[in-house]
């Protein structure tokens, strides 16, 4: 038997803040947590990449992954609440 482990701390996803954004799946502004998400790459993790920044909805749990103007100002940081 395998015994439980806690994860790395390298692969656990940093939570940048929360947002109100519009959710295509539930047709509505809802919050969304932003977060950084390391990828694998063959034996460590790399915590910037092009979809590093992912905004997930807390109503049905849907993930978009953040780019441009978007991803830069979820980077910064000030502006998101």
């Known amino acids: 038997m395998i015994p439980e482990r806690l994860p ?3 692969r656990i996803p940093k939570e940048l803040g ?3 954004r519009y959710c295509e ?3 509505a502004r809802t919050d969304h947590i932003l977060y ?3 990828k694998k790459m063959i ?4 915590k ?8 997930t909805c807390i109503r049905c ?3 978009t992954v953040l780019t441009g103007k978007e991803r830069e100002r979820a980077l910064s940081g000030p502006g998101v609440s």
């Open 43 to 46: 034996f460590f993790y790399v």
């Open 8 to 10: 790395s701390l390298s």
């Open 25 to 27: 799946r539930c047709e």
């Open 61 to 63: 749990a849907r993930s």
């Open 18 to 20: 929360r947002e109100e």
């Open 48 to 55: 910037n990449h092009a979809g590093n920044i992912h905004a």
């Open 36 to 38: 950084r998400v390391p």
